[in-house]
């Protein structure tokens, strides 16, 4: 309908040229880069403190002869993944992937019908954790988390440490979360408990429900997770708990790198509560402020970006990036891998190093798929694909991957 | 033969360019394609400068843009797409019905008769695929529905430019 470009062209060339020069945008851009200034002006004294901190730490522990022991940090380049179920295509276990390379199954071998989920790296990726459900000849009632030293290609070697929780059902919901020093895990079963790795009883800091993905804060010394509709903070020291913020849903909570605030996703109260923002608290005081997303943004599954500048969540399948300070939002363009027609992403989590988010999503074209993909953070470059694209991920949820920053 | 809006055949903008330079090129036509979306000229100016403040941003990593002139487009539709979104959902929430019949503000006024009935998802469906040269998937990414749909809504507009009804 040629006629209608004409009309279009037409009143394109009536609307007449843009009223903005760019002098007007460069006004705007150091209105916003100001902003960011003092943001990084406060971040930078956060930092001096911290290390000032750090360095009256070490020089306490050579003065009393104290060896320091902090491992360095380092990644191992690897993403885990589960599937789970029988009679798809991929078999169902525990893999590792990263670009470029084909899947390797790491745990499970064929027949042997155990079902491993909620794997996760220790945070200098030398160990594994997942939970063992029940399987054939093995007995009901009982789960177990397994913790296993991995090579550097992420297989397991070594003798494995399994933790037994007594559960009614298969374990679905038991995800074990690794200290920041990767000392310990915690995990949720009729309360909230802490193991040692390496052997040592599970000790029981409070009793009780504790619901969603617990998150250790950045100083190992508090424990968040929802109960009850709050969000909640347990001490590990002593099983002290703090119920900071109403109206949750039993999401994930995440911290800010800083150990400062939390972020939670809580309904937005404005059309009787099924739309939701995302709720920053403010730890020392226990208030909390709500980054308006507006109304038809719903905040899921907050993720705080390493850097602290950013919170990732999900909304209708696409990636959005809220700035926690300002409530500046962001949207990454769709996610078209494997083909043109784009993923819906139900889940997000950042790389260490902050730089690309490993997505979790629906491919519908041809067929009904599931995929991993990396996505560079600012939204440039093509998407990366992970794993295979498959129906076998037909039960994995966003507790099911974790990786360890992959080269791209 | 419709022109893919910003730079022709995806051609990889020089290093050496500068932003002063894109901004010149794109942001007449950037704002006018807004402006046919919006039908509100202090929107079209809003989402113009939102996505050459973002590119502006990114400059640096341009290289790294097959089509920066298709990227500014890209941030563009993206935040137009969120304000349709929005808007709809206020919409919905204020139980308001929408409006049957065009709109007759100063702004739209600039609008041919016959754009003026449509919606600006319509209005859009056929800025990007009539004026713009995005194929139905194309277009059905940058506003974030299935293609089907812009077959419907392209079917609705026409339908509309002929005198019937402009649902949807």
């Known amino acids: 309908m040629d006629d209608l470009r004409e009309i279009l062209e037409q009143d394109l060339s009536r609307v007449g040229p843009a009223a903005f020069d760019l002098e007007e945008l460069t006004t705007k851009r150091e209105g916003v880069r100001r902003k960011r200034r003092v943001q990084a002006g406060i971040l930078g004294l956060v930092v001096v403190t911290i290390l000032i901190g750090?360095?009256?730490?070490?020089?306490?522990a050579v003065e009393t002869s104290e060896p320091v022991t902090t491992p360095p940090p380092?990644?191992?380049?690897?993403?885990?993944?589960?599937?789970?179920?029988?009679?798809?295509?991929?078999?169902?276990?525990?893999?590792?992937?990263?670009?470029?390379?084909?899947?390797?199954?790491?745990?499970?071998?064929?027949?042997?019908?155990?079902?491993?989920?909620?794997?996760?790296?220790?945070?200098?990726?030398?160990?594994?954790s997942y939970t063992e459900g029940h399987g054939p000849g093995q007995p009901p009632g009982v789960v177990k988390i397994v913790v296993t030293a991995v090579d550097e290609f992420a297989v397991p070697v070594g003798s494995a440490q399994r933790i037994e929780v007594p559960s009614r059902g298969g374990g679905r919901g038991l995800c074990a979360q690794w200290s920041p020093d990767g000392t310990a895990l915690a995990y949720s079963d009729s309360g909230l408990w802490v193991v040692p790795i390496g052997g040592g009883d599970a000790r029981r800091l409070v009793e009780g429900p504790i619901h969603g993905t617990l998150a250790w804060s950045p100083d190992g010394t508090t424990i968040a997770g929802t109960s009850s509709g709050y969000v909640v903070l347990i001490s590990v020291d002593d099983g002290e708990m703090r119920a900071v913020q109403a109206g949750t849903y039993g999401g994930s909570v995440s911290w800010s790198p800083d150990g400062r605030a939390v972020a939670v996703a809580v309904k937005d109260g404005s059309d009787g509560g099924s739309d939701r923002d995302i709720a920053v608290i403010d730890i020392e005081r226990g208030t909390s402020r709500v980054l308006p997303l507006g109304p038809g943004v719903t905040g899921n599954e907050p993720d705080w970006s390493p850097d602290g500048q950013q919170i990732a969540f999900v909304d209708e399948g696409s990636i959005h990036l809220v700035d926690p300070d300002t409530g500046y939002l962001d949207s990454l363009p769709g996610v078209a891998v494997p083909d043109p027609s784009p993923l819906e992403i139900h889940a997000v989590d950042w790389s260490p190093d902050g730089q690309r988010l490993l997505a979790f999503g629906t491919d519908y074209q041809p067929e009904l798929a599931y995929c991993l993909v990396s996505i560079a953070a600012d939204g440039l470059g093509d998407p990366v694909l992970i794993s295979p694209v498959t129906i076998a991920f037909y039960y994995t949820g966003p507790s099911d991957f974790d990786w360890q920053g992959v080269p791209t | 033969m419709a022109t893919r809006g910003p730079s022709d055949q995806g051609v990889v903008m020089p290093?050496?360019?500068?932003?002063?330079?894109?901004?010149?090129?794109?942001?007449?036509?950037?704002?006018?394609v807004m402006f046919l979306m919006t039908a509100n000229r202090q929107d079209a100016e809003e989402l113009a400068q939102e996505a050459f403040l973002k590119m502006w941003e990114r400059w640096d990593s341009v290289g790294r843009i097959a089509d920066p002139g298709a990227y500014v487009y890209r941030i563009a539709l993206n935040a137009f797409r969120k304000r349709v979104r929005r808007a709809d959902i206020s919409r919905r929430l204020t139980l308001r019905a929408p409006s049957s019949t065009p709109s007759a503000s100063e702004d739209s006024l600039l609008l041919h008769e016959a754009l003026r009935v449509l919606t600006p998802r319509q209005r859009a469906a056929i800025v990007l695929t009539e004026l713009l040269g995005y194929s139905a998937i194309e277009a059905s990414e940058a506003l974030g529905v299935k293609p089907s749909t812009i077959g419907a809504l392209k079917y609705q507009a026409r339908a509309a430019l002929k005198g019937g009804p402009a649902d949807g």
């Open chain 1, 54 to 60: 750090l360095l009256v730490t070490a020089l306490r």
């Open chain 2, 15 to 32: 290093l050496s360019a500068s932003f002063e330079t894109f901004f010149e090129e794109h942001k007449d036509r950037l704002f006018g």
């Open chain 1, 74 to 128: 380092r990644t191992n380049g690897w993403v885990v993944y589960s599937i789970l179920g029988r009679g798809f295509d991929e078999p169902q276990g525990i893999y590792v992937a990263r670009p470029g390379t084909d899947p390797k199954r790491i745990v499970g071998a064929a027949g042997d019908g155990a079902r491993g989920f909620c794997p996760s790296f220790s945070p200098d990726g030398s160990m594994l």
